[in-house]
C-alpha cells in the first residue's frame, strides 16, 4: 500500500540506496546521456575524498533523488536518473572487478543488487540487465552511453591499485543522496514540467561574486565603492562568458578604454579599470518591487555593434575552474582545481577588499591571455591557436596568435595534446603552468616571445613523462609544474624506464600515447626526419601531415585480445605482458573501436585504407607492419623498443631546429 502521508527527505548512503526498494525510469524521462568526462569527474572527486589524510570520515553528498512511491510500492524516478544509472553502472563494474581478480566481497557489497529499470527504454532495461548479471557480457550493453560508462568506471578503477579497497568502501558507506518523495497526491505532470522549467538555482561563481564584492577592508573599513563594485561586476560578468573572446563582451566605448584601438592593452590596475567601465546606477535608494514594477528601468541589451563578427568559439576550461586557475596564479599557492571547493577555496586566500581589486586585475589579464594563447575550436572544428584582430573595412576577424606559421602549428599541437590527455577540468595542471607562463611573461596582455613559449610547453611536457611515468615513484602534478627536469640520454633511459606504466593495457594513462604521437608528428613534419616503420608506410605518410588530437578515444589492442579468426596472443618470447604489451596498444576512438574491435591487424589496415583517418600515428606505426600477432613477437618487441626510444629522446635543441 501507498502511503498516505508525505515521507520525510531520507538521507541514505549508496549502500542503503541499493540495498532495499525497486526504482523504476518513466516513459517522459529522457535516455541516460552521461559521458566520460561526468563519470570520471565523479570518480575523480569521489576519491579525492577517500584519501586517508584525514577525510575519509567525511561525507560526499552527491544531490537529490526526487520520486513518487507508486500503489505497488516502486518509486518512480522524477529528478536524479542520471546519477542512479551511473552509480548503477559503477557498482556494477566494481563486482566485476573484484569476480575477475578473485578479490574477496565484503558482505556489505555482496548484499546489494540492481534495483532500477526502464519502463519504455528496452535497449535501456536490456543493458542494465546486462550489467546485472554475474558475468557480464559487454555486447549486451545495447545502450552507447551505458557501455562507455561501464568502460570508463572499469578503467578508473582497475588503476586504483591499493587504494581500490578504501575507494569502494567509502563509496558504499560515505557518498550520500537525499531522497525526497513527492506527496501521494502530486500531480506528476504539473511537477515534472514545473521541475523542467523551473529557474537555476546561484551558480557557486555568482554566489563567490556577491561575496568578494562585500568584503570589507583591511581594518574592517568600507569595502569597495558603489563605483568600485559596478566595475567590478562588469568586469567579472564579461569573464563568465567564456565561450567568445572576452573583448566581445564589452561595448565598443568599453573596448576602445580598457584595450585600446588595437585591442593589445590593458588598464595598469584596478582603480583605472573601474574608472573606465564608469560609474554605477546614479539612483542608489533602495525601492520596494511595487516600486520597481510601476517605474521599471531595464538594463541595455547586452550585444556588440560588430553583429558580423561573434567571436564564438568552445574553449577548454569552465568558469568556475578558470577562477581557481587565476587564483593560483594571483597567490603563487597551488591551491585545488575542483569547484566544488571554490568557495571555501577563495575564502582562505580573498579576504580584503584591497585583495579583492588585486585579484580583479589578475582575472581580467588572465582571461585575455587565455583567449589570446590557449587553442580554442569554432564549430566542432580542429583546435587552433588564434586571437582577435580588429580591421578597419571588416570590424573583426581573427588570425594565428604567433607570426610564425610553425611555431603557431607546434604550439597549437602541443596545447591539444595536454588538453585530450587530461580532459577533466580539476586535473588540468598543464593549464596552470601554461597560464603562469604567459602571466609572467605578458606585456599589457601580450606575448611576443612564441619560440619561448614553445620552448616551456615542450619542457613540460618532458616534466610529465619523466616525472610521472618513468620512475616507480610518481611525482604529484603540483610539484611538476616549477621542477627541474634532467633530461636523460636515450642510451640509458630504455635501460631505466621503469615500464610498469606502459604495460597496463588498456589502463595505459592516454598522456603517454598522446606525448608520442606529438613526437612522431613532429620529426615527421616538422623536422622531416624518419621515424622507425616496417615495410609500408605509406598511410602513416599519407595522413600525418593533417593528423590532430581528438577526445573520446580508448587504449585497444592492434592484435585484438578475441580474435574473430586467429588464435590467442598468449605470452610468446620476449613479450611477457602479451597482448597488453605497450607495442601492441595505441589510441582508437569509441567508434572505430566499435567496429574494428576483434578484427586481425590486417583488416584494421584495410579499413583506414579506405580512406578513413586513424585517431593515432602510433596505429599508423603498427599498421606499416606486415606481420604482426603473437608468431611475430620480434616484430612487435621491435616496435616497442622504437617507440620508447621516442618517448624518452627529447633534444635540447630540438624547437631551435624546427624554428630554422
Given at each position: 500500500m501507498m502511503p498516505a502521508t508525505p515521507q520525510p527527505p531520507?538521507?541514505?548512503?549508496?549502500?542503503?540506496?541499493?540495498?532495499?526498494?525497486?526504482?523504476?525510469?518513466?516513459?517522459?524521462?529522457?535516455?541516460?546521456?552521461?559521458?566520460?568526462?561526468?563519470?570520471?569527474?565523479?570518480?575523480?572527486?569521489?576519491?579525492?575524498?577517500?584519501?586517508?589524510?584525514?577525510?575519509?570520515?567525511?561525507?560526499y553528498f552527491l544531490g537529490t533523488l526526487v520520486v513518487h512511491q507508486r500503489p505497488d510500492n516502486r518509486f518512480e524516478t522524477i529528478d536524479g536518473q542520471q546519477r542512479h544509472t551511473t552509480l548503477s553502472i559503477i557498482l556494477a563494474a566494481i563486482r566485476q572487478l573484484l569476480t575477475a581478480s578473485s578479490s574477496a566481497i565484503t558482505p556489505t557489497l555482496a548484499a546489494l543488487r540492481p534495483n532500477l529499470t526502464f519502463e519504455s527504454r528496452p535497449r535501456s532495461r536490456t543493458s542494465l540487465e546486462a550489467l546485472a548479471s554475474s558475468h557480464i557480457d559487454p555486447q549486451r550493453i545495447e545502450e552507447p552511453a551505458m557501455k562507455t560508462a561501464f568502460s570508463t568506471a572499469k578503467d578508473f578503477l582497475s588503476k586504483m591499485g591499493e587504494k581500490q579497497a578504501g575507494f569502494i568502501s567509502y563509496l558504499l558507506n560515505n557518498v550520500k543522496i537525499l531522497r525526497?518523495?513527492?506527496?501521494?497526491?502530486?500531480?506528476?505532470?504539473?511537477?515534472?514540467?514545473?521541475?523542467?522549467?523551473?529557474?537555476?538555482?546561484?551558480?557557486?561563481?555568482?554566489?563567490?561574486?556577491?561575496?568578494?564584492?562585500?568584503?570589507?577592508?583591511?581594518?574592517d573599513s568600507a569595502g569597495l565603492t558603489a563605483q568600485e563594485q559596478h566595475g567590478f561586476a562588469r568586469?567579472?560578468?564579461?569573464?563568465?562568458?567564456?565561450?567568445?573572446?572576452?573583448?566581445?563582451?564589452?561595448?565598443?566605448?568599453?573596448?576602445?578604454?580598457?584595450?585600446?584601438?588595437n585591442l593589445e592593452t590593458l588598464p595598469d590596475g584596478f582603480d583605472s579599470l573601474s574608472q573606465q567601465l564608469g560609474t554605477a546606477n546614479e539612483d542608489k535608494t533602495s525601492k520596494t518591487l511595487?516600486?520597481?514594477?510601476?517605474?521599471?528601468?531595464?538594463?541595455?541589451?547586452?550585444?556588440?555593434?560588430?553583429?558580423?563578427?561573434?567571436?564564438?568559439?568552445?574553449g577548454v576550461i569552465n568558469f568556475p575552474n578558470f577562477l581557481l586557475q587565476v587564483l593560483r596564479i594571483h597567490t603563487g599557492v597551488q591551491t585545488s582545481l575542483d569547484d566544488k571547493k571554490l568557495l571555501p577555496t577563495f575564502e582562505a586566500r580573498i579576504t580584503t577588499a584591497q585583495q579583492v581589486k588585486a585579484f580583479a586585475h589578475t582575472l581580467l589579464t588572465c582571461?585575455?591571455?587565455?583567449?589570446?594563447?590557449?587553442?580554442?575550436?569554432?564549430?566542432?572544428?580542429?583546435?587552433?591557436?588564434?586571437?582577435?584582430?580588429?580591421?578597419?573595412?571588416?570590424?573583426?576577424?581573427?588570425?594565428?596568435?604567433?607570426?610564425?606559421?610553425?611555431?603557431?602549428?607546434?604550439?597549437?599541437?602541443?596545447?591539444?595534446?595536454?588538453?585530450?590527455?587530461?580532459?577533466?577540468?580539476?586535473?588540468?595542471?598543464?593549464?596552470?603552468?601554461a597560464l603562469g607562463y604567459l602571466f609572467k611573461h605578458a606585456n599589457g596582455g601580450t606575448v611576443s616571445d612564441g619560440q619561448g613559449y614553445l620552448n616551456y610547453l615542450e619542457t613540460l611536457s618532458d616534466r610529465f613523462f619523466f616525472g610521472r611515468f618513468y620512475t616507480g615513484t610518481p611525482q604529484d602534478y603540483d610539484q611538476l609544474l616549477d621542477a627541474n627536469t634532467n633530461r636523460v640520454p636515450v642510451s640509458e633511459a630504455t635501460a631505466e624506464l621503469n615500464q610498469q606504466h606502459l604495460h597496463q593495457g588498456t589502463s595505459t594513462h592516454h598522456f603517454i600515447f598522446n606525448r608520442l604521437d606529438y613526437l612522431i608528428w613532429?620529426?615527421?613534419?616538422?623536422?622531416?626526419?624518419?621515424?622507425?616503420?616496417?615495410?609500408?608506410?605509406?598511410?602513416?605518410?599519407?595522413?600525418?601531415?593533417?593528423?590532430?588530437?581528438?577526445?573520446?578515444?580508448?587504449?585497444?589492442?592492434?592484435?585484438?585480445?578475441?580474435?574473430?579468426?586467429?588464435?590467442?596472443?598468449?605470452?610468446?618470447?620476449?613479450?611477457?605482458?602479451?597482448?597488453?604489451?605497450?607495442?601492441n596498444l595505441c589510441l582508437i576512438s569509441q567508434s572505430q573501436n566499435a567496429r574494428l574491435n576483434n578484427l586481425l591487424p590486417a583488416g584494421k589496415k584495410d579499413f583506414y585504407s579506405g580512406g578513413k583517418r586513424a585517431d593515432s600515428l602510433k596505429h599508423l606505426v603498427m599498421m606499416s607492419h606486415q606481420h604482426w600477432g603473437p608468431d611475430h613477437a620480434d616484430v612487435i618487441k621491435q616496435h616497442e623498443d622504437d617507440m620508447i626510444n621516442i618517448l624518452c629522446n627529447v633534444e635540447d635543441n630540438v624547437s631551435q631546429q624546427a624554428e630554422r
Amino acid at each position: 500500500m501507498m502511503p498516505a502521508t508525505p515521507q520525510p527527505p531520507e538521507l541514505l548512503t549508496i549502500a542503503d540506496l541499493f540495498r532495499a526498494d525497486e526504482y523504476i525510469i518513466p516513459i517522459y524521462q529522457r535516455n541516460y546521456a552521461w559521458g566520460k568526462a561526468e563519470i570520471e569527474q565523479l570518480l575523480e572527486d569521489i576519491a579525492d575524498m577517500a584519501q586517508p589524510e584525514g577525510k575519509s570520515n567525511s561525507s560526499y553528498f552527491l544531490g537529490t533523488l526526487v520520486v513518487h512511491q507508486r500503489p505497488d510500492n516502486r518509486f518512480e524516478t522524477i529528478d536524479g536518473q542520471q546519477r542512479h544509472t551511473t552509480l548503477s553502472i559503477i557498482l556494477a563494474a566494481i563486482r566485476q572487478l573484484l569476480t575477475a581478480s578473485s578479490s574477496a566481497i565484503t558482505p556489505t557489497l555482496a548484499a546489494l543488487r540492481p534495483n532500477l529499470t526502464f519502463e519504455s527504454r528496452p535497449r535501456s532495461r536490456t543493458s542494465l540487465e546486462a550489467l546485472a548479471s554475474s558475468h557480464i557480457d559487454p555486447q549486451r550493453i545495447e545502450e552507447p552511453a551505458m557501455k562507455t560508462a561501464f568502460s570508463t568506471a572499469k578503467d578508473f578503477l582497475s588503476k586504483m591499485g591499493e587504494k581500490q579497497a578504501g575507494f569502494i568502501s567509502y563509496l558504499l558507506n560515505n557518498v550520500k543522496i537525499l531522497r525526497v518523495t513527492v506527496p501521494p497526491d502530486t500531480d506528476l505532470n504539473h511537477y515534472f514540467e514545473i521541475m523542467n522549467n523551473r529557474g537555476e538555482q546561484l551558480e557557486k561563481h555568482e554566489v563567490l561574486k556577491a561575496r568578494l564584492m562585500g568584503i570589507k577592508g583591511t581594518d574592517d573599513s568600507a569595502g569597495l565603492t558603489a563605483q568600485e563594485q559596478h566595475g567590478f561586476a562588469r568586469l567579472w560578468d564579461a569573464c563568465a562568458e567564456m565561450d567568445r573572446y572576452l573583448v566581445m563582451n564589452f561595448t565598443k566605448e568599453e573596448r576602445l578604454k580598457l584595450f585600446g584601438k588595437n585591442l593589445e592593452t590593458l588598464p595598469d590596475g584596478f582603480d583605472s579599470l573601474s574608472q573606465q567601465l564608469g560609474t554605477a546606477n546614479e539612483d542608489k535608494t533602495s525601492k520596494t518591487l511595487g516600486e520597481l514594477l510601476k517605474n521599471p528601468t531595464f538594463a541595455e541589451p547586452h550585444a556588440t555593434d560588430d553583429q558580423e563578427f561573434s567571436g564564438a568559439f568552445t574553449g577548454v576550461i569552465n568558469f568556475p575552474n578558470f577562477l581557481l586557475q587565476v587564483l593560483r596564479i594571483h597567490t603563487g599557492v597551488q591551491t585545488s582545481l575542483d569547484d566544488k571547493k571554490l568557495l571555501p577555496t577563495f575564502e582562505a586566500r580573498i579576504t580584503t577588499a584591497q585583495q579583492v581589486k588585486a585579484f580583479a586585475h589578475t582575472l581580467l589579464t588572465c582571461r585575455q591571455l587565455l583567449d589570446r594563447y590557449i587553442i580554442k575550436r569554432k564549430n566542432d572544428e580542429k583546435w587552433t591557436l588564434k586571437s582577435i584582430k580588429p580591421y578597419e573595412e571588416k570590424a573583426f576577424g581573427d588570425v594565428n596568435s604567433f607570426a610564425s606559421e610553425t611555431q603557431n602549428q607546434q604550439l597549437t599541437m602541443l596545447l591539444s595534446m595536454f588538453h585530450v590527455s587530461y580532459p577533466a577540468q580539476p586535473r588540468k595542471h598543464w593549464l596552470s603552468a601554461a597560464l603562469g607562463y604567459l602571466f609572467k611573461h605578458a606585456n599589457g596582455g601580450t606575448v611576443s616571445d612564441g619560440q619561448g613559449y614553445l620552448n616551456y610547453l615542450e619542457t613540460l611536457s618532458d616534466r610529465f613523462f619523466f616525472g610521472r611515468f618513468y620512475t616507480g615513484t610518481p611525482q604529484d602534478y603540483d610539484q611538476l609544474l616549477d621542477a627541474n627536469t634532467n633530461r636523460v640520454p636515450v642510451s640509458e633511459a630504455t635501460a631505466e624506464l621503469n615500464q610498469q606504466h606502459l604495460h597496463q593495457g588498456t589502463s595505459t594513462h592516454h598522456f603517454i600515447f598522446n606525448r608520442l604521437d606529438y613526437l612522431i608528428w613532429k620529426r615527421r613534419v616538422i623536422l622531416k626526419e624518419t621515424v622507425p616503420c616496417g615495410e609500408d608506410d605509406s598511410l602513416l605518410e599519407a595522413q600525418v601531415a593533417g593528423f590532430h588530437f581528438t577526445q573520446s578515444k580508448s587504449v585497444e589492442h592492434h592484435y585484438p585480445q578475441h580474435p574473430v579468426d586467429g588464435i590467442p596472443f598468449g605470452t610468446p618470447a620476449g613479450l611477457p605482458e602479451g597482448v597488453d604489451s605497450f607495442g601492441n596498444l595505441c589510441l582508437i576512438s569509441q567508434s572505430q573501436n566499435a567496429r574494428l574491435n576483434n578484427l586481425l591487424p590486417a583488416g584494421k589496415k584495410d579499413f583506414y585504407s579506405g580512406g578513413k583517418r586513424a585517431d593515432s600515428l602510433k596505429h599508423l606505426v603498427m599498421m606499416s607492419h606486415q606481420h604482426w600477432g603473437p608468431d611475430h613477437a620480434d616484430v612487435i618487441k621491435q616496435h616497442e623498443d622504437d617507440m620508447i626510444n621516442i618517448l624518452c629522446n627529447v633534444e635540447d635543441n630540438v624547437s631551435q631546429q624546427a624554428e630554422r
